[in-house]
């Protein structure tokens, strides 16, 4: 892995090289370096999920650039922690290497953060202020920005994976989760709303972030958000998409893939202080409709993370890391018992609403 690290343009010596963080997709290293040098972050990018590995850090890089320049020209002092840094490969100048099998990046690490523990309604409050003005500062962006993934947060196209994961029933687990997949169709039509109101006119796509969840933002001590890590699916969406994906991971009392049914529901307490933080400052360019939704979106992102779980547990794990056989299916079930909870609270998030901007 040195030899790796060493295509790149780094500072320093390489010190050591540790894995790092728990995404699903992606592997991770931290790379420590002697002395001043910063320290680096190694990642193996998964080139089956994105293909397009150009497309990929064109992306990536173009956001970054963007936020950069629109920190600096609001004088925030600390940019170097706000906004990933990425390194080019020496020989290529590009920002990925390719070993010959697999792809490659790194970037700066940014030290000294916290990670979710911090999240608090009052964190959570300026969390959702941050986004909301991270959508407004991306809202300009002048390149056209690429769908890394074909249709990622379109819940028909989920459906339709689920669709297809029922009626091959490759792994032979259909029987014992028929259950969930009749509780899925129940919802089916609703949960497709976004796709209607788009192709009726009714709703716009803007360029967001679509993979919120509370690991892959960084805080400082006060709770402040630093930056959102994990850019490989910024892509144009709906809004719905990075307001409810945070809920879904900071709002859930229990975890992603908690076995204990009992312990996870939906917190009020933080999606009231979210939504209060992202109307202050996305009120401004949100549309009635996309307010109207939110509750929605606070549903779509567990109901859709049921469905991608369990369409790869029909599947036989070939997406997600797992780390034990029934993974998918405890993550499944975890997922479905949120967006129960959150059904239950949507009258009062309705009223929440009404009253914020009233
Ligand atoms: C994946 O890479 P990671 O773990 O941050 C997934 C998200 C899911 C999430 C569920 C490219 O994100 O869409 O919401 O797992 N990313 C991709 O934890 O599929
Ligand atoms: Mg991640």
Known sequence: MKNIVAQFDIRGQVADIKPLGNGLINTTYKVTTEGEA????????????????????????????????????????????????????????????????????????????????????????????????????????????????????????????????????????????????????????DMCRGERLHREGKLPKRICHCDTKVDNILFDKAGNVLCVIDLDTVMPNFVFSDFGDFLRSAANTGREDDPNLDNVSFNMDIFKAFAEGYLKSARTFLTPVEIENLPYAAALFPYMQTVRFLADYLNGDTYYKTQYAEHNLVRSKAQFKLLQSVEEATPAMQEFIAGALA
């Open 38 to 189: 910063p320290d680096y972050v190694l990642q193996h990018i998964n080139n089956a999920i994105f293909p397009d590995v150009d497309m990929l850090m064109g992306n990536i890089t173009a956001v970054c650039s963007h936020l950069r320049a629109k920190y600096e020209a609001e004088g925030v002092e600390d940019v170097g922690r706000r906004v990933l840094e990425f390194v080019p490969c020496k020989a290529t100048g590009k920002y990925y290497y390719f070993d010959g099998e697999k792809y490659w990046r790194v970037m700066v690490y940014i030290p000294d953060t916290v990670s979710q523990s911090a999240v608090t309604p009052e964190s959570s409050r300026i969390v959702g202020e941050t986004f909301g003005k991270f959508q407004a500062m991306l809202a300009d962006i002048p390149s056209q920005l690429g769908e890394t993934i074909k249709d990622f947060h379109n819940m028909e196209f989920r459906l339709s994976q689920l669709r297809e994961a029922v009626s091959e029933n490759r792994a032979g687990r259909l029987a014992e989760v028929q259950w969930l997949v009749d509780e899925l169709e129940k919802r089916a039509e």
